[in-house]
């Protein structure tokens, strides 16, 4: 055996565990908002969009993520430099930005949180129009459009507020048509970028107008006040349009036209609908946007509670009345509460809470530090790193666990209803069966192994959100019932184990290719590793197969179809199969099996994301240009890492190691 370090058991790997065990429970504390206004309180609210209930907090975060890419919005660019063409009062305003979050969200901030951002985007559309979130960083569109010496520049990226934006919206907006004209998958870098920052200003701005009307003045004082004059006025015109013609009633119905102009516009355009219906026994699904609502009222004579509770919480932000604005919020949700909607008012909560945790981001995290300690362990064999590893990995797993049942209890589904979720739960199945080889070889490669898989997998995740809501609606050809559960997850677990082999394989050729600290027993037992993963692969892979076959049957009437989805699924039983005859029938040994275990990473990225980038089959749900470049980057490294594999042994730095043979001890 390997002589190690340590000679005695260390505390370190514990002290260690407990440091992130503490960073872990930290984030169970449920958030709350201590000085300012409550932009907890607010984010929690709940209302309807894309089809689903959620919260406040849910539509900023999304939106920033489609708009920014990131779920945060700096206040540090808010400051004398960078603001390009902005007039003088625009840049005397913007100056103020940063004292007002001071002001309005108490202790100074470094960033606002997504649901501040999205308050001011709704009460303070001038705030909001001042912040730098537009992403921008294709130089011949920021030449076209006259920005380079323009915006701010953070981490090597570009970013713009739409007051710098808005007098070019035509440009753009003409553009970007041009660009939508020709297919995604064909259209070249700037035309992407075209389209890109059209649709960041298009959500951006059905966002603004979701609570206020896009004004000619770009705040209200006070909007309820405003609403009250809207009633006066349209009591006053009802009158007018019983009475004979007059130039003076003419005037009033003319002057209610134009008052009322905005909230029809409001009505087409705005994204969030922030009004829950008024029986909630017949339809809970029946949301509107404020701007429906309104009109609707204004015929009925009177303001609901949910309309006057949004505009009182417009006038108390804008007028920087702290306590109104938080009072509001609370009587508001217990309202709803009141109102038979606390089903709704639980899931923003719960979802909001989700959020605040973010166990796949600290998962990933806790996965990075332990591929290192790992990995350091193999430097110097030390148990010690090797112990605090396998104690991350199992930390992490169980946070990552966490997350998906949670997932699953606040969207009712099985853990794989999206490319998203099934990112996240094949890096859980991945880490899982890595943590008991670990358990079961104590030699670090489990762990090592383990972490990269999860680190990777979730990156992938993180990745995906960018583009779209992660617990968006199912799609209906995804329509729920037994047999598709059990298969996306037995399948997804097929995925699963395949990647893990494959990466185990990886770790084999790079030990043994790059380093001296492959010998014949660590060879031998990853080889152990492998198989048996493969043979978990292949069993799991198959009934994931069949069973999709089932449901197939009942969705759309055949067994099996040849669709592109479902041929990928079957060259991974057919690729996991022919690895095991290959090593059952003597052709492939060590080396063959690990480098027949690393192509089978190459097959299975192919049926997970390829099949989806096709634009064919029933399986098929839009091409992800962004993903493609990095498939063809995995596989090309996948196909080096085969060709080392390949070379002959003496050009291994491990060489010598692995052709020596092992010795007899003595009897």
Known sequence: ????????????????????????????????????????GFGRLPVLINGRVQPFDSVARNSLLQIRGQQDVPLEGNSATGWGDLSEKQKEGASKLSYRAWWQFGKHPK?????????????????????????????????????????????????????????????????????????????????KAWHQIAQALHSFLQLKISLQPNMPRPDFDDYSESLKQMMSLADAAKIAASQPQSPQNNAVMNQFTQAIDPYFRMS??????????????????????????????????????????????????????????NSI?????????????????????????????????????????????????????????????????????IVHTS???????????????????????????????????????????????????????????????????????????LDTNFWLATHVVIITLGYAATFLAGFLAIVYILRGALTTSLDSTTAKDLSRMVYGIVCFATLFSFVGTILGGIWADQSWGRFWGWDVKENGALLIVIWNATILHARWGGMIKERGLMNMAIFGNVVTAFSWFGVNMLGIGLHSYGFMDAAFKWIVFFTLSQMILIIVGLLPIRFWASGSNLSAKPSTPAT
């Open 1 to 40: 055996m390997s002589a190690t370090t340590e000679s005695k058991p260390s505390l370190f790997p514990w002290i260690l565990f407990g440091i992130f065990a503490l960073y872990i429970g930290s984030s169970l504390i449920p958030p709350k908002a201590k000085t300012g206004f409550d932009h907890v």
């Open 111 to 191: 960033k606002l949180k997504p649901s501040q951002w999205l308050m001011e985007v709704l009460m303070k559309p001038s705030d909001s129009d001042n912040r730098f979130i537009f992403l921008i960083h294709h130089p011949q569109l920021l030449a076209s459009l006259d920005l380079l010496d323009s915006g701010v520049e953070q981490s090597g990226l570009r970013f713009y507020t739409f007051a710098q934006l808005q007098p070019l919206l035509n440009r753009i907006e003409k553009e970007a048509k041009q660009a939508a004209q020709v297919k995604a998958e064909l259209r070249n870098p700037e035309q």
């Open 268 to 325: 087409e355009r705005a994204s969030v609908r922030i009004i829950p219906p008024v029986d909630p026994d017949k339809s809970r699904d029946d949301w509107a946007n404020i701007g429906k609502a309104i009109l609707d009222q204004i015929r009925a004579g009177k303001y609901s509670e949910p309309v006057l509770a949004f505009a009182g919480m417009s006038a108390a932000f804008a007028n920087n009345r702290t306590a109104d604005f």
């Open 329 to 397: 919020v609370s009587s508001y949700s217990n309202w709803l509460v009141a109102q038979k909607f606390s089903a709704e008012v639980t899931k923003g909560r719960q979802e909001h809470y989700f959020y605040h945790y973010q166990p796949f981001y600290k998962g990933m995290i806790i996965y990075i530090t332990a591929l290192l300690l790992a990995a350091f362990s193999w430097l110097n064999r030390s148990q010690s790193l090797n112990r605090a590893a396998y104690l991350l990995v199992t930390l992490a797993l």
């Open 403 to 477: 997350g998906i049942i949670f997932r699953m209890y606040l969207e009712g589904r099985p853990p794989v209803t999206n490319l998203y979720s099934s990112a996240v739960f094949v890096g859980w199945g991945a880490v899982l069966l890595g943590v008991i080889l670990e358990r079961i070889f104590k030699n670090g490669i489990g762990s090592f192994t383990a972490a990269a898989v999860g680190f990777i997998t979730q990156l992938i995740a993180h990745h995906l959100a960018v583009s779209a809501d992660t617990m968006e609606m199912m799609r209906a050809v």
